[in-house]
Nanobody, 121 residues
Framework: QVQLVESGGGLVQPGGSLRLSCAASGFTFSTSAMSWYRMSWYRQAPGKEREVVAGITAPAGTTNYADSVKGRFTISRDVAKNTIYLQMNSLKPEDTAVYYC?????????WGQGTQVTVSS
């Protein structure tokens, strides 16, 4: 059974940084050319729809970002630790949201429970 567990959220001042982690169990990251999967970070602010923030696609490790976070956020993966990260720099109040980790593999979608990020002075 696939489980995704996010961590690293919290309260940070505008201009600050946070690093979110998403540890996957029941699923093994692979760099094999035959292994396609996509892991993404989404966020949902109060009263708004959930939106994709950043994604990384295996096996190539191709990344992409929402325009609102380009140049500030970086998604990465550690295959050995079965974990992906979201490094968030230059945080703004509008980045405040619950951040969710998502895995798409073989037509199935998996979600973590979310971690709260609050950017406020």
């Amino acid at each position: 059974q696939v489980q995704l567990v996010e961590s690293g959220g919290g309260l940070v001042q505008p201009g600050g940084s946070l690093r979110l982690s998403c540890a996957a169990s029941g699923f093994t990251f692979s760099t094999s050319a035959m292994s396609w999967y996509r892991m993404s970070w989404y966020r949902q602010a109060p009263g708004k729809e959930r939106e994709v923030v950043a994604g990384i696609t295996a096996p190539a490790g191709t990344t992409n970002y929402a325009d609102s976070v380009k140049g500030r956020f970086t998604i990465s993966r550690d295959v050995a630790k079965n974990t992906i990260y979201l490094q968030m720099n230059s945080l703004k109040p509008e980045d405040t949201a619950v951040y969710y980790c998502n895995l798409v593999h073989r037509g199935y979608y998996y979600w973590g429970q979310g971690t709260q990020v609050t950017v406020s002075s």
